[in-house]
């Protein structure tokens, strides 16, 4: 079974620019979360959906946004790129999203502004 | 909000125990994890175990919860240099929307 596919691996942009990132989850998996990872915050949710749907938000401004397709893939937005955008952006799926509903992520897509 | 914590940095000997410590706060946490992040990867899942549980053995892992004390643990037996990464310990499984809430990672680093 494919595991969580996350593209692109890199990205360099500049500020004020806007960037999508795109991930497909593990075949049969109907929730997709985001995470941000920085060296000074850690692992930080973005947010959660499941059937076409967002159903958790972490706290990040508007400039992040995501959606999800009927085939669970999902994309995530970040218009008007900051230097502290700069971070791994991790992706993982999850069967139903609910109780004991382990992640599986992906290995990431890296981006850089400057 | 909740607060996973972990202490930043392990070096271990090849061949020893490696025990990576955890504790949180939420005491409605129903199953916690750990994670291992090696350079250049997302998140691979280690184990879990539920929160009735005190402990779990999956080979060279072996998970110990003190629910009373929140207090999680981790141990790999018979450590070796493909260990050393970053270990994770994840708080989830609270509610749907699927929230985790991450440690902030201990790096392993296991001497040859």
């Known amino acids: 079974k494919a595991g969580v596919t996350q593209t692109p691996r890199y990205l360099i942009k500049t500020r004020g620019q806007q960037v999508t990132l795109s991930c497909s989850p593990i075949s049969g998996h109907r929730s997709v979360s985001w995470y941000q990872q920085t060296p000074g915050q850690g692992l930080q949710f973005l947010f959660e959906y499941f059937s076409e749907t967002q159903r958790n938000k972490g706290n990040f401004p508007g400039r992040f946004s995501g959606r999800q397709f009927s085939n669970s893939r999902s994309e995530m937005n970040v218009s008007t790129l900051e230097l502290g955008d700069s971070a791994l952006y991790l992706c993982?799926?999850?069967?139903?999203?609910?109780?004991?509903?382990?992640?599986?992520f992906g290995n990431g897509t890296r981006l850089t502004v400057t | 909000g909740e607060d996973v914590e972990q202490s930043l940095f392990l070096s271990v000997r090849e061949g020893d125990s490696s025990v990576i410590n955890c504790t949180y706060t939420d005491s409605s946490s129903t199953y916690l994890y750990w994670y291992k992040q090696e350079p250049g990867a997302g998140l691979q899942l280690l184990t879990y175990?539920?929160?009735?549980?005190d402990m779990k053995q999956d080979q060279r892992l072996t998970v110990l919860l003190n629910k009373k004390d929140k207090h999680l643990s981790l141990r790999i037996a018979d450590t070796q240099t493909g260990d050393s990464a970053i270990y994770f310990c994840?708080?989830?499984?609270?509610?749907?929307?699927?929230?985790?809430?991450f440690g902030t990672g201990t790096s392993l680093t296991v001497i040859p």
């Open positions: 994840a708080d989830g499984g609270r509610s749907t929307g699927n929230q985790f809430y």
């Open positions: 993982a799926s999850s069967l139903e999203g609910g109780l004991h509903s382990p992640l599986h």
């Open positions: 175990i539920f929160s009735n549980m």
